[in-house]
């Protein structure tokens, strides 16, 4: 057959790759930013004003400076900033990268449209600018990793689907016949991540023309579709798609075959059909059906054995080549990041059981299990890829070898100081948490004492991110030098033959996974329908029956006043750190008000759009926090929360003292209630809404003013009625 002439689209790589790099390092500062602020609360303060006499703040705008950031360096906020952006920007930059170079060498042809690849990289960073701009501003859903506000989430989708078309296109005009499995781990990758954006994002926008949005789900079931898409954004956005540059670009560095192809088959279908089900040990003795948890349960531990395989694949590809290891960086960061993947992938099993989830839920045991996959894993196999790559686009040698090693040590640390405190930390935490006296009384009553005793971890972790954030300077400084010095090929021009056409019937004596290879249609198929099976038998059943969520006859739909409060506690990004799931433990129901062992029930979440039960237990449970604490000692708790718990490391939130309540959009809220959810709101309660809400408000004020005296005198120099309107 004829040779053809071609050429492969580098300048497509090249772009994603300054993104990945730029989007990396402002995704790190957002995630050091965090890991300071948990230390030291008062950065916004520090840095915009205050009227805290033992704070030298740079600015001298005293409270106002605060006030007027409106909450946009709040906490909460940063810390989806980081997450946000160190997922969709970075580690999703990185994998277009090893796709768009892998595929078109895969497949020896260039991507099937240039047109499309670059709607494809303009839509996805515009997306993440977008992302900046609406979460610094206080919109998002609180959805964990599906903050985005809708029309984001129809951008997300967009700009999914035409890479997917491209890729599909692409390998349609491949001349290559057989798919190898970086393909499969790439169309299995597509496949999910669709299906799983599209569900968990329904929502119902409050108007067309806004940013607000509610989600189509409530309380216990819109927690399990969103731990469904939580735990599979972790398999199908920092698993698989980095599973598939392990297949390319290992062997490639290595310059070794991948060690077995019938263990890359095992691996990519056992690891697709287990991982799905695995979502509902995130909820683990929440108010999610049992046979729900079980499940979750099972599935992780099951996961073990093909996320072991294809660890395993990744390692013995580097049988007889260990010599070359020592020095070659690429090599070196590809050996650590597949073996955090070992120890992540070993440590999350053990984690969804439920006797060590009682102890690592809610704590920093998470957050080191998270930053071991994502500093190691993702954060090595994307650095791996770009030693990789530059040199080679750049025809050059990379700048310095010496500085690559310095940066592989730097971030080795970085994950060392990063992970072991957060063990260290999580469980001290989860276990103070739950000790007794002789009495029966809390050990650690105070929740403070639980917080100020991890404070050091933190300090650590802080250290931990520092290495690991210097280690990233040294690359980008490699990477400009090494650019400067080479020459860009931007095509780079190939040849092969076009394939004969031997039509669909599978051969005589030919495997049939060999002949699946050939057939990327039924190939997807197949990926989409073993993923399908498990969460056809999760989520259907929970979002079906009637009586998975029992209701309880006490619990009436929020009042218009409480509808906004929940919008304000979204908009702060209060979920970040606080949970309401009172777990059926006798520390919790002690701790948290849970009178008569009221811990919490799935039917008290009926009216929850989004639910928020949290994830991460930096302060205590909300959920049975009304009327525990009088209505003065939360006003001044959110005014300054060391003023009523010193040590507190919660930040402040002045803002809320000091603006209106926008009411305008309260009674179109009470209507989608009932008109799409059908809350059982009368019209009477709809027409008086603003009444409702003013008698709601004026009681919270008269109890502030009879509580707390200074505030009475303070208000009564002000206009009457302006607390109210708060
Ligand atoms: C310089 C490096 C980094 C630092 C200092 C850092 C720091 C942090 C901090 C302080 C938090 C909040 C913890 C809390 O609420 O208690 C966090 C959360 C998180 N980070 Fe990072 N991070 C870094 C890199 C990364 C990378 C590279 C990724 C992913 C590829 C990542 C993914 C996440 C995720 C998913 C969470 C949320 C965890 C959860 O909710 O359980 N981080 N990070
Ligand atoms: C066999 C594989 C794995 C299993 C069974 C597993 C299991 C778990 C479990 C049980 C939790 C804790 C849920 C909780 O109590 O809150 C968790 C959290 C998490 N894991 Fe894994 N894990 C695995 C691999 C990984 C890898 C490789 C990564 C990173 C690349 C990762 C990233 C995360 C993240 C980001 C969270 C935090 C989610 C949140 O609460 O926001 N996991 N995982």
């Not at 799935?602 to 994830?615: C, K, M, T």
Request: hydrophobic share 45%; glycine share 8%; net charge positive.
């Amino acid at each position: 057959m004829e040779t053809q002439k071609f050429s492969y689209d580098n300048s497509i790589v090249r772009a994603f790759l300054y993104a990945t790099i730029i989007f990396g390092f402002i995704g790190f500062t957002f995630g050091l930013t965090a890991a300071l602020m948990l230390f030291y609360p008062e950065l916004p303060e520090f840095l915009f004003g205050t009227d805290d006499t033992t704070i030298n703040s740079l600015s001298s705008g005293n409270i106002q400076g605060l006030i007027n950031t409106h909450g946009a360096f709040g906490f909460g906020r940063i810390r989806m900033l980081h997450t946000n952006t160190v997922i969709f920007a970075f580690v999703c930059n990185i994998v277009y990268v090893g796709v768009y170079y892998s595929t078109q060498r895969l497949l020896k042809t260039r991507m099937y449209s240039d047109t499309l690849s670059w709607l494809h990289f303009w839509t996805w960073q515009f997306m993440i600018v977008a992302t900046f701009i609406t979460f610094f501003m206080g919109i998002n859903t609180s959805k964990e990793y599906a903050e985005h506000e809708w029309p984001i989430d129809i951008l997300i989708a967009f700009s999914w689907i035409i890479f997917g078309v491209n890729m599909i296109l692409t390998i349609s005009k491949r001349r290559v016949r057989h798919l190898y499995v970086a393909i499969w781990f790439y169309l299995g990758t597509w496949v999910a991540v669709a299906m799983l954006h599209i569900f968990n994002n329904l929502e119902v926008p409050l108007s067309f023309t806004g940013w607000k949005s509610y989600s189509a789900y409530a309380g216990a079931k819109d927690a399990i579709v969103q731990w469904w898409y939580g735990h599979n954004a972790v398999a199908f956005v920092l698993t698989t798609p980095v599973l598939g540059l392990m297949y390319y670009f290992l062997p490639k560095a290595a310059d070794r075959p991948v060690f077995s192809y019938k263990l890359s088959i095992i691996h990519f279908w056992s690891l697709i059909f287990v991982y799905i089900w695995a979502g509902p040990h995130h909820l683990q003795y929440t108010a999610l059906p049992a046979w729900a948890q079980a499940v979750g349960t099972g599935f992780s531990i099951m996961l073990i054995a093909p996320s072991w395989g294809g660890m395993l694949n990744g390692l013995l590809t580097l049988r007889g080549a260990w010599d070359k290891v020592r020095e070659n960086p690429i090599l070196k960061f590809f050996v650590v990041a597949v073996t955090c993947y070992g120890m992540a992938t070993f440590e999350g099993p053990l984690l969804a059981t439920k006797n060590i989830n009682k102890i690592g839920h809610f704590t920093d045991w998470v957050i080191g299990h998270v930053h071991l996959g994502a500093l190691g894993w993702n954060g090595f196999m994307a650095f791996g890829v770009i030693y990789y790559l530059v040199p080679i686009m750049w025809r050059t040698k990379i700048w310095s070898v010496k500085l690559a090693n310095w940066h592989f040590w730097l971030g080795t640390l970085g994950i060392i100081f990063y992970a072991v405190p957060m063990y260290i930390s999580g469980f001290t935490q989860g276990l103070m948490w739950k000790q007794f006296n002789p009495d029966g009384t809390l050990l650690w009553k105070n929740w403070l004492d639980t917080v100020t005793a991890i404070i050091p971890y933190f300090k650590m972790r802080f250290l931990g991110g520092l290495f690991y954030i210097s280690g990233a300077i040294l690359m980008i400084v490699n990477v400009i030098a090494t650019v400067r010095k080479g020459s860009f090929q931007k095509e780079v021009p190939a040849e092969a033959p076009a394939l004969a056409n031997i039509g669909n019937k599978r051969k005589e004596g030919e495997g049939f996974h060999l002949w699946l290879e050939r057939m990327p249609l039924l190939l997807t198929v197949l990926s989409l329908c073993t993923i399908s099976i498990g969460s056809m038998v999760e989520i259907i059943p929970t979002l079906s029956l009637k009586k998975s969520v029992p209701t309880i006859s006490a619990v009436k739909p929020y009042s218009p006043l409480e509808l906004e409060g929940r919008d304000i506690y979204i908009r702060e990004g209060c979920n970040a750190c606080h949970s309401q799931m009172i777990r059926p433990f006798r520390d919790e129901i002690t701790r948290f008000n849970g009178k008569n062992g009221q811990y919490s029930k799935a039917g008290e979440f009926i009216y929850d759009r989004p639910f928020l039960w949290g994830s991460k237990r930096t302060g205590p449970d909300l959920h049975r926090e009304g009327g525990k604490n009088p209505s003065s000692w939360h006003y001044k708790h959110m005014y300054n929360p060391r003023s009523t718990s010193a040590g507190s490391i919660m930040p402040r939130y002045p803002w809320l003292i000091a603006t209106n309540l926008d009411r305008s959009k309260m009674v179109d809220k009470m209507k989608l209630m009932k008109n799409t959810f059908d809350v059982p709101y009368t019209k009477a309660q709809i027409d008086s809404a603003d009444q409702w809400a003013n008698n709601q408000s004026a009681k919270i004020v008269k109890d502030i003013f009879s509580e707390a005296n200074d505030l009475k005198e303070a208000y009564a120099k002000r206009p009457q009625g302006e607390l109210e309107k708060k």
